[in-house]
C-alpha cells in the first residue's frame, strides 16, 4: 500500500502572493503517479496537476506547479498570483495502478483579500 | 466533459435502515469508485469495481455492499445504516487501469443516520 501525508491541514495566503502546499508520499513502486486534487466549498472535487514520477520535469499548469522530489518522496503544490477562487481543499493522492487512489488528509486553503 | 452523478445530495435516514446510493457516469469509464470524506481523515476507498459485476474491497469495506450490473452505474449500498456512517460519500470514474488516468468524482451525497 502506498500512504501520502499533508502536514497542514490548513493555510492561508493573501490574494495575489504565492503558497506552497507541501505532501509526501510513499510507495516501494517505481512507477507511479501523483495528483493534486481541488475541491471547492460543497463542489465537485476537480483535478488540478497530476506527475509522473518517471518524468523529471515539474508539471505546470497555468498558475499551478509543483514541485517533485522524487528522492526525497515530495510533492508541493505551488499556487502563484493566488485568486479567491483557489480557496478551496486541496487533495495529494497517489496511485501506481490507477485502480486504487491513495489521498492525503487534505489542506485547507484560504485566500485573504 | 465527462459527468459523474449521485442520486442525491443529501439524505437522512434512520439506523437500522437499508440505504442505497445511486452513481451514475456518462463516459463509458471502466473504473468506478466509492469513498467515504470524514474530517481530518481525507478520503478513504470504501469499494471499487474495474468492469461490469465486478468489485474489489478498499480500505474500509466493513458495513458496505455495492453492485454493478451496468458499466455506467455504481451503487453503494448500506445494509444496516449505523450511526457512525454518517459521513459524506463521493462517487468517481476513470477510464480504466492505467496509473496517468485521473478520477473524476461527482458532487457527493452528504449522508446522516439518525
Known amino acids: 500500500a502506498q500512504t501520502v501525508t499533508q502536514s497542514q491541514p490548513e493555510m492561508s495566503v493573501q490574494e495575489a502572493e504565492t503558497v506552497t502546499l507541501s505532501c509526501t508520499y510513499d510507495t516501494s513502486e517505481s512507477d507511479y503517479y501523483l495528483f493534486w486534487y481541488k475541491q471547492p466549498p460543497s463542489r465537485q472535487m476537480i483535478l488540478v496537476i497530476r506527475?509522473?514520477?518517471?518524468?523529471?520535469q515539474n508539471a505546470t499548469e497555468n498558475r499551478f506547479s509543483v514541485n517533485f522530489q522524487k528522492a526525497a518522496k515530495s510533492f508541493s503544490l505551488k499556487i502563484s498570483d493566488s485568486q479567491l477562487g483557489d480557496a478551496a481543499m486541496y487533495f495529494c493522492a497517489s496511485t501506481n495502478t490507477g485502480n486504487q487512489f491513495y489521498f492525503g488528509t487534505g489542506t485547507s486553503l484560504t485566500v485573504i483579500p | 466533459d465527462v459527468k459523474v452523478t449521485q442520486s442525491s445530495r443529501y439524505l437522512v435516514k434512520r439506523t437500522g435502515e437499508k440505504v442505497f446510493l445511486e452513481c451514475v457516469q456518462d463516459m463509458d469509464h471502466e473504473n468506478m469508485f466509492w469513498y467515504r470524506q470524514d474530517p481530518g481523515l481525507g478520503l478513504r476507498l470504501i469499494y471499487f469495481?474495474?468492469?461490469?459485476?465486478?468489485?474489489e474491497k478498499g480500505d474500509i469495506p466493513e458495513g458496505y455492499s455495492v453492485s454493478r450490473e451496468k458499466k455506467e452505474r455504481f451503487s453503494l449500498i448500506l445494509e444496516s445504516a449505523s450511526t457512525n456512517q454518517t459521513s459524506m460519500y463521493l462517487c468517481?470514474?476513470?477510464?480504466?487501469?492505467?496509473?496517468?488516468?485521473?478520477?473524476?468524482f461527482g458532487p457527493g451525497t452528504r449522508l446522516t443516520v439518525l
Open positions: 506527475q509522473e514520477a518517471y518524468k523529471q
Open positions: 468517481a470514474s476513470s477510464l480504466g487501469p492505467s496509473g496517468n488516468n485521473e478520477q473524476f
Open positions: 469495481s474495474y468492469d461490469v459485476k465486478m468489485k
